[in-house]
């Protein structure tokens, strides 16, 4: 009975494959968001979605690729994969748009060799 | 451009003592701030909130002080307990105006008995 949960917990995977992680959040939210925290640690935002709806769309290459099939749920697609992109990625949700509570999913750890 | 910046990345308390964690922000349309807390391969979780209408917000061990004048926010952590031992960021959002939460890097607590 996870909150949000996230598959795979671990990703590892050479340049250029395309690779996706899923998201699923059992809470009834809205708003559901993909954030990457990178090697030096800073939490960042990198795409919100309300109740399907694309509301943030940070500066992220265009090869990582967003997709809600509907509100339970939050894929992150990324294609070409790059060594930068190695991070940990967490799919978080919240009932109130941007500024509330959100609850975090346990993260997904992508290494790109 | 850190608009959330906790200075101190690690921290040590004894056990039983008080843990005051620091949080500096520099983004005046802020006006929700949040504090998360983060064990090792688990995601956030919510600790205590607090909005600039208040300058202080308590929930049990925890009370979270606002300076807005300072732009300046801690957490107070009393008594310290083992379980704290983990890494807490500062989080902060402008309602009603922008959809994002805005986190710092970071401050590791480490609880010594």
């Known amino acids: 009975d996870t909150a949000v949960s996230q598959t795979p917990k671990y990703l590892v995977t050479q340049m250029g494959n395309d690779k996706s992680i899923k998201c699923e959040q059992n809470l009834g939210h809205d708003t559901m968001y993909w954030y990457k925290q990178d090697s030096k640690k800073f939490l960042k935002i990198m795409f919100s979605y309300n109740n399907k709806e694309l509301i943030i769309n940070e500066t992220v290459p265009n090869r990582f690729s967003p997709k809600s099939p509907d509100k339970a749920h939050l894929n992150l697609h990324i294609n070409s994969l790059e060594l930068g992109d190695s991070a940990v990625y967490f799919c978080a949700s919240g009932q109130d748009r941007g500024f509330g509570e959100q609850y975090f999913g346990p993260g997904t750890r992508l290494t790109v060799t | 451009d850190q608009q959330v910046k906790q200075n101190s990345p690690s921290l040590s308390v004894q056990e039983g003592r008080i843990s005051i964690l620091n949080c500096d922000y520099t983004?005046?349309?802020?006006?929700?701030f949040l504090w998360y807390k983060k064990y090792p391969a688990e995601g956030p979780t919510f600790l205590i909130s607090i909005s600039s209408i208040k300058d202080k917000n308590e929930d049990g061990r925890f009370t979270v002080f606002l300076n807005k004048s300072a732009k300046h926010l801690s957490l107070h952590i009393v008594p310290s307990q083992p379980g704290d031992s983990a890494v807490y960021f500062c989080a902060a959002s402008a309602m009603n105006r922008d959809d994002k939460i805005i986190f710092g890097k970071g401050t590791r607590l480490h609880i010594l008995p």
């Open positions: 983004n005046s349309m802020f006006d929700y």
